[in-house]
């Protein structure tokens, strides 16, 4: 068989969800626990374990797990939050969800991660918290994003939706600041189907995490609710695939390096197509394999054409319909002109994703770095 006929369509991202998966799900509905309760207990405590995270919470997806975190830090209403303007819209919407207002910052040219060089002119007196977003499955530069919030005394939630196992010098993703945010949604590294995760080192945002997740109170069983809070719970279903899920985690991410390592060969001589730059000391556990193409948005209609489901690099911040007003908000310091974010745009104008899941086959990424050359031959 050759390998167009094993071609149908090459999505662009595929969960890695089978039997095992489905028995550990069918086991809790026998047991007849499917709210949370033991899974869920077990898996926060492999999570805090893997992580080395003192505390975790679950959320019910990652845009309430920021914005949970965001709360449990006090950030509201006439705060300002610093969002990087290459992210999914989701970080700059749970800011919004607490009344504060996000402020996107610029990012840098060489792997899209928020730049805190281009962030001072930003800050006024209702700064309150910076979020730098792990993209891409790599990190930010933590070091240069806690010096700069040290400096100007912001708290520093981190976007790590995109992040699971990666670690930047020896630490994982989403413990370096105040509060640190997962996604379990179906394209992430792993998954719950939807389901969130927040992790602190502070007791008492934890505590705060807890009461605002669950009506105000500790645990369940008591109507007397010292504080406000929400249901943000999740179910003992979502956590049995989840626990599979991460009993798979390392085996996920070795497969996604092997399949990287694919891409690399066979693309190292496209000169058109160049891979984005690893922070030095960080691991890269690739979420999608990110390209900065020539003629990006051609070849993406090339591919789409071809079967293979492509997606650009998120669309600015600053550029999105929904936000027009925010530039009006904040006084006129924030400009949310092209020319403020040229590297973001360049991220829109020349970025590619790739499929990078588990499942992918050394076949289908012959055959996608295949259409990719005959592209670029052709034209
Ligand atoms: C960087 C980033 N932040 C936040 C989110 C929001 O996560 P969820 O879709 O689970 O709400 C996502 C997920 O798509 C994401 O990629």
Same mark, same amino acid.
């Not at 799900?25 to 893997?50: C, Y």
């Given at each position: 068989?050759?390998?167009?006929?094993?071609?149908?369509?090459?999505?662009?991202?595929?969960?890695?969800?089978?039997?095992?998966?489905?028995?550990?799900?069918?086991?809790?509905?026998?047991?007849? $626990?499917?709210?949370?309760?033991?899974?869920?207990? #077990?898996?926060?405590?492999?999570?805090?374990?893997?992580?080395?995270?003192?505390?975790?919470?679950?959320?019910?997806?990652?845009?309430? !797990?920021?914005?949970?975190?965001?709360?449990?830090?006090?950030?509201?209403?006439?705060?300002?939050?610093?969002? =990087?303007?290459?992210? *999914?819209?989701?970080?700059?919407?749970?800011?919004?969800?607490?009344? !504060?207002?996000?402020?996107?910052?610029?990012?840098?040219?060489?792997?899209?991660?928020?730049?805190?060089?281009?962030?001072?002119?930003?800050?006024?007196?209702?700064?309150?918290?910076?979020?730098?977003?792990?993209?891409?499955?790599?990190?930010?530069?933590?070091?240069?994003?806690?010096?700069?919030?040290?400096?100007?005394?912001?708290?520093?939630?981190? &976007?790590?939706?995109?992040?699971?196992?990666?670690?930047?010098?020896?630490?994982?993703?989403?413990?370096?600041?105040?509060?640190?945010?997962?996604?379990?949604?179906?394209?992430?590294?792993?998954?719950?189907?939807?389901?969130?995760?927040?992790?602190?080192? &502070?007791? #008492?945002?934890?505590?705060?995490?807890?009461?605002?997740?669950?009506?105000?109170? $500790?645990?369940?069983?008591?109507?007397?609710?010292? !504080?406000?809070?929400?249901? *943000?719970?999740?179910?003992?279903?979502?956590?049995?695939?989840?626990?599979?899920?991460?009993?798979?985690?390392?085996?996920?991410?070795?497969?996604?390096?092997?399949?990287?390592? $694919?891409?690399?060969?066979?693309?190292?001589?496209?000169?058109?197509?160049?891979?984005?730059?690893?922070?030095?000391?960080?691991?890269?556990?690739? *979420?999608?394999?990110?390209?900065?193409?020539?003629?990006?948005?051609?070849?993406?209609?090339?591919?789409?054409?071809?079967?293979?489901?492509?997606?650009?690099?998120?669309?600015?911040?600053?550029?999105?319909?929904?936000?027009?007003?925010?530039?009006? #908000?904040?006084?006129?310091?924030?400009?949310?002109?092209? !020319?403020?974010? =040229?590297?973001?745009?360049?991220?829109? &104008?020349?970025?590619?994703?790739?499929?990078? *899941?588990?499942?992918?086959?050394?076949?289908?990424?012959?055959?996608?770095?295949?259409?990719?050359? #005959?592209?670029?031959?052709?034209?």
């Amino acid at each position: 068989m050759t390998y167009t006929e094993t071609i149908h369509k090459i999505p662009q991202v595929m969960p890695w969800i089978g039997s095992e998966e489905a028995e550990a799900v069918f086991a809790t509905i026998e047991e007849n $626990w499917i709210t949370e309760g033991s899974r869920s207990k #077990e898996l926060s405590d492999q999570l805090n374990q893997r992580m080395k995270a003192p505390y975790g919470v679950f959320a019910p997806n990652g845009t309430l !797990a920021l914005y949970l975190g965001l709360m449990a830090l006090g950030i509201g209403a006439g705060d300002e939050v610093l969002v =990087p303007d290459c992210t *999914f819209i989701g970080s700059a919407n749970a800011v919004l969800m607490t009344g !504060a207002t996000p402020v996107f910052v610029e990012v840098n040219r060489y792997n899209f991660q928020i730049d805190v060089t281009k962030a001072a002119h930003l800050i006024t007196e209702r700064s309150r918290a910076i979020m730098p977003v792990h993209l891409f499955g790599m990190v930010a530069n933590m070091y240069e994003v806690m010096a700069f919030a040290s400096q100007h005394n912001l708290k520093v939630i981190e &976007d790590a939706a995109q992040a699971m196992g990666v670690h930047y010098q020896g630490q994982h993703a989403g413990t370096f600041g105040d509060v640190g945010c997962f996604s379990f949604f179906a394209d992430k590294t792993i998954t719950m189907g939807e389901g969130g995760y927040v992790v602190c080192n &502070d007791p #008492e945002v934890y505590e705060r995490l807890m009461l605002l997740r669950n009506q105000g109170r $500790w645990d369940r069983g008591s109507f007397i609710h010292p !504080a406000i809070g929400f249901n *943000f719970r999740i179910t003992d279903m979502q956590a049995a695939l989840g626990l599979v899920q991460l009993s798979k985690l390392d085996t996920i991410i070795e497969r996604k390096l092997k399949i990287l390592d $694919w891409y690399y060969e066979r693309l190292a001589d496209v000169a058109e197509v160049n891979f984005l730059a690893v922070e030095s000391g960080s691991e890269f556990v690739p *979420f999608r394999a990110a390209l900065i193409c020539d003629r990006a948005h051609e070849l993406m209609a090339f591919l789409t054409s071809q079967n293979v489901q492509c997606r650009t690099f998120f669309y600015p911040l600053h550029k999105q319909p929904c936000f027009e007003s925010l530039g009006q #908000e904040q006084g006129g310091i924030l400009d949310l002109s092209d !020319a403020a974010y =040229p590297n973001a745009m360049y991220g829109y &104008d020349r970025g590619v994703s790739l499929p990078i *899941f588990p499942t992918l086959t050394e076949i289908q990424v012959d055959y996608l770095c295949d259409r990719i050359r #005959e592209f670029y031959r052709s034209k």
